[in-house]
């Protein structure tokens, strides 16, 4: 363990436009623990990912994975990151082996290590008996712990999940939330999920920053959030006290095409 | 379980040296290429269909004009043996100028983001992508080569010159493929993609030596054969495969100089497609 935070954000800002997606927000996430991003579509967590996982530059403010800066040392911070997108990415075309055998190369694993790097996380996520068969005939559970085995290989210091059980239905929301409890035991590896679902967030984090319209209204552990506002609370009760309730978006457009070709592609 | 975190290898350095970032390079280009032939293998329905197209070519457009006698080939060569390159050259095309859908679709699936998230520098990974799409138009240019020379082509089966012919293929798809992502870093959307990709693939095409020499071409319009890469990559094919002299340095040159050019481009405009 070390004293270096996993991710720190100072200030950080994007824009699409006029619409402030990320609007100053400040946050820490500690080595070792699992942080929760919360908030409904439109909140800024996909974005806030992107910039963490380099995808953007930020327009204001830093944002440093275990003090290596995300705009100037690029191909450092990935090295160190696991990613798991929001959308169902595999590539259905190969087997289940052949999508975690392109990430060893991808992420440079020497050659004599590949394939029990590719056989480890897929045995780890449950998936060595169906790691010869397309991934095209897997279940949306099934994909998502290839997805989390892709994100392995590299061994990640980080492993970032951005809505990891969006359309998924509830059994295969508990073989992901099983997984990842499990990676979190045998690994301590730190973890930064983003969710729309408060009771997941509720059984996986240690922490929790509560987001709205691109900012951190509500920062802490979950448990210490529902006791600041009283007994039997719950952590949509914390939600709704630090917003205006009525006030939460529905969702874009291209968020609900996302959930709903996520929900589509599972069956 | 071997998937305790671990700090970054020493190997990941804040300025690599030329010899680490050539090494990586060709790991993300081998890896594409390789997953590329792995789905061929794993379903091959797209080559058989994509074979009908210029088995058509061949046998309507092919034999008709053999028989009419309407096109002057260069030291009198039969018709089907001057087109079959052509035709060879157009089918690699087709499936390479479409191939910035399947980055959108890639964008649309998340596939994108998360390759874009690995220590693949972006000109890396539109390298890749772009010689995958040759190795799936050097499955085509095989087909194309067998049905040929079944209806009587005569080629020659020089090894070297049929590395040489699939070393041509892949650089031209590198290029068509990688205008095709450049393309799509523009528009965005597939159908625009598909619109734009259906207006320009024909007239590449018949602005090219493909079907007939430039000189028959107006002379207003010639030039648009001289700086197509569609007419280098036959000229290459033609010499390689069935002996009409034509300079492969300049063809390669030509083809190599326009396909940097152009992974260039597309690299600079694949962010978009991330945001």
Redesign the interface.
């Known amino acids: 363990m070390t004293d270096t935070p996993a991710v720190e954000c100072r200030e950080l800002a994007y824009a699409?436009g006029t619409l402030r997606a990320v609007d100053g927000i400040s946050f820490d996430v500690r080595a070792g623990e699992v942080f929760g991003l919360l908030g409904p579509n439109g909140a800024g967590k996909t974005t806030t990912i992107?910039i963490l996982?380099?995808?953007?530059d930020p327009a204001e403010g830093t944002a440093e994975i275990f003090g290596l800066d995300t705009t100037h040392?690029r191909?450092?911070v990935?090295?160190?990151?696991g990613?798991?997108?929001?959308?169902?990415?595999?590539?259905g075309?190969?087997?289940g082996y052949?999508n975690v055998w392109?990430?060893t190369?991808?992420?440079?694993v020497p050659r004599r290590e590949r394939r029990?790097?590719a056989e480890?996380?897929l045995a780890?996520m449950g998936l060595a008996d169906a790691a010869g068969r397309?991934a095209a005939t897997y279940s949306g559970g099934m994909i998502r712990r290839l997805e989390l085995a892709?994100a392995?290989v590299n061994?990640?210091?980080l492993l970032i999940l951005d809505e990891p059980t969006i359309g998924l239905d509830p059994v295969a929301r508990r073989s992901v939330w099983e997984r990842v409890e499990q990676?979190r035991g045998?690994?301590?590896?730190?973890v930064l999920l983003t969710t729309h679902y408060m009771e997941e967030a509720d059984a996986l984090c240690d922490r929790v920053a509560l987001m709205h319209r691109g900012r951190i209204r509500a920062m802490g552990a979950p448990a210490a959030l529902k006791d600041a506002l009283g007994p039997g609370a719950t952590l949509e009760d914390v939600f709704a006290s630090v917003t205006d309730d009525h006030d939460i978006d529905e969702g874009s457009l291209r968020d609900v095409r996302v959930a709903r070709?996520t929900a589509g592609?599972v069956g | 379980m071997s998937v305790l975190p671990a700090a970054p290898p020493a190997a990941w350095a804040e300025r690599p040296s030329v010899a680490v970032r050539a090494r990586r390079l060709w790991t993300r280009v081998a890896t594409m290429s390789l997953a590329e032939l792995r789905k061929i293998r794993h379903d091959r329905t797209e080559l058989y269909v994509r074979a009908i197209q210029p088995a058509l070519w061949l046998l309507i457009f092919g034999v008709t004009f053999s028989r009419i006698h309407a096109v002057p080939t260069p030291n009198g060569i039969p018709y089907l043996d001057y087109l079959s390159p052509g035709i060879m050259a157009q089918s690699a095309l087709f499936i390479a100028i479409f191939y910035g859908i399947q980055i959108i679709w890639e964008r649309d699936f998340g596939i994108l983001t998360k390759l874009l998230a690995t220590p693949t520098p972006r000109a890396a990974l539109v390298t890749g992508k772009s010689f995958a799409a040759g190795v799936r138009a050097t499955s085509q240019m095989v087909v194309v080569l067998i049905l040929s020379a079944i209806m009587g082509v005569s080629f020659d089966w020089n090894p070297l010159h049929l590395l040489a012919a699939a070393a041509a293929v892949v650089i031209a798809s590198a290029f068509f493929s990688s205008l095709s992502m450049f393309i799509a870093g523009l528009v965005l959307t597939r159908e625009r993609l598909m619109g734009i990709g259906q207006a320009i693939t024909m007239p590449l095409f018949f602005a090219s030596n493909a079907l007939y020499p430039v000189a028959l071409m107006p002379a207003a319009i010639r030039w648009l054969a001289y700086v197509n890469p569609l007419s280098y990559e036959v000229a290459a094919l033609r010499t390689l495969l069935i002996g009409l002299p034509s300079n492969l340095l300049v063809d390669f040159a030509a083809l190599i100089g326009s396909a940097i050019v152009a992974i260039a481009a597309a690299s600079s405009l694949l962010g978009r497609l991330a945001r």
């Not at chain 1, 990935?78 to 990151?81: N, W």
């Not at chain 1, 990613?83 to 590539?91: A, F, K, N």
């Not at chain 1, 045998?186 to 730190?190: I, L, N, V």
């Open positions: 699409f992107r996982t380099t995808l953007i040392h191909m450092q990935r090295q160190m990151l990613y798991v997108p929001q959308q169902l990415s595999i590539d075309q190969l087997t052949e392109m990430f190369r991808l992420f440079d029990t790097r480890d996380a780890s397309l892709q392995l061994r990640p210091r990676l045998e690994t301590g590896m730190t070709r592609r």
